[in-house]
T-cell receptor, first 118, second 115 residues
Framework: AQTVTQSQPEMSVQEAETVTLSCTYD???????LFWYKQPPSRQMILVIR??????QNATENRFSVNFQKAAKSFSLKISDSQLGDAAMYFC???????????????FGKGTLLTVNP | GAGVSQSPRYKVTKRGQDVALRCDPI?????LYWYRQALGQGPEFLTY????????KSGLPNDRFSAERPEGSISTLTIQRTEQRDSAMYRC?????????????FGPGTRLTVT
């Protein structure tokens, strides 16, 4: 079974600075997807960024980018130019890419609570 | 609205009562997932459906939990004889089989409190 570990329960960053959230995972599969979800105080689940394991290039979405190290099974999220609206719980998630069983359930880490200081 | 909806948004019930939580997925989405999120934790998979067929219920904690999706659209998660440990946020997500990524779109969740 796959596991996802987020070792930082809480992080803080000054507005306009850069912060990196860590995530490691364990799997025996070679093809999979990794995600970062944001959960603001409203408790919605918002997809921030997605990485396909077969792609060597790190995904980027505006101020959000990832550092994907497949051999190390590491998937960190970098937030540049942090804004007050970035304050939220961030979850790392894993999903198999094997469509044989068509179960694309997500396996989540425990989350990192990010505080942005003005 | 085009998103996933869930009802009720909040439910307070007494221990021993049955509760039914409803999920209305995005129209046309084939797959529907249920997750449970305890306070301070990430969501955990409970069960999922393709159309009306329940494909995997390995995440259901015990036989007090059941789910159905009789017409392949709306789904109901039922918890019988609720216990305090059932208190959590229950989320559903739906996804389409078109497109490359089978993206899951989450609903706002139902916060269940068992007193």
């Amino acid at each position: 079974a796959q596991t996802v570990t987020q070792s930082q329960p809480e992080m803080s960053v000054q507005e306009a600075e850069t912060v990196t959230l860590s995530c490691t995972y364990d799997t025996s599969e070679s093809d999979y997807y990794l995600f970062w979800y944001k959960q603001p105080p409203s408790r919605q689940m918002i997809l921030v960024i997605r990485q396909e394991a077969y792609k060597q290039q790190n995904a980027t979405e505006n101020r959000f980018s990832v550092n994907f190290q497949k051999a190390a099974k590491s998937f960190s999220l970098k937030i540049s130019d942090s804004q007050l609206g970035d304050a939220a719980m961030y979850f790392c998630a894993y999903r198999s890419a094997d469509s044989g069983g068509s179960n694309y359930k997500l396996t989540f880490g425990k989350g990192t609570l990010l505080t942005v200081n003005p | 609205g085009a998103g996933v909806s869930q009802s009720p948004r909040y439910k307070v019930t007494k221990r021993g009562q049955d509760v039914a939580l409803r999920c209305d997925p995005i129209s046309g989405h084939v797959s529907l997932y249920w997750y449970r999120q305890a306070l301070g934790q990430g969501p955990e998979f409970l069960t999922y459906f393709n159309y009306e067929a329940q494909q995997d219920k390995s995440g259901l904690p015990n036989d007090r939990f059941s789910a159905e999706r009789p017409e392949g659209s709306i789904s109901t998660l039922t918890i019988q004889r609720t216990e305090q440990r059932d208190s959590a946020m229950y989320r559903c997500a739906s996804s389409s089989w078109t497109g490359l990524h089978f993206e899951q779109y989450f609903g706002p969740g139902t916060r269940l409190t068992v007193t």
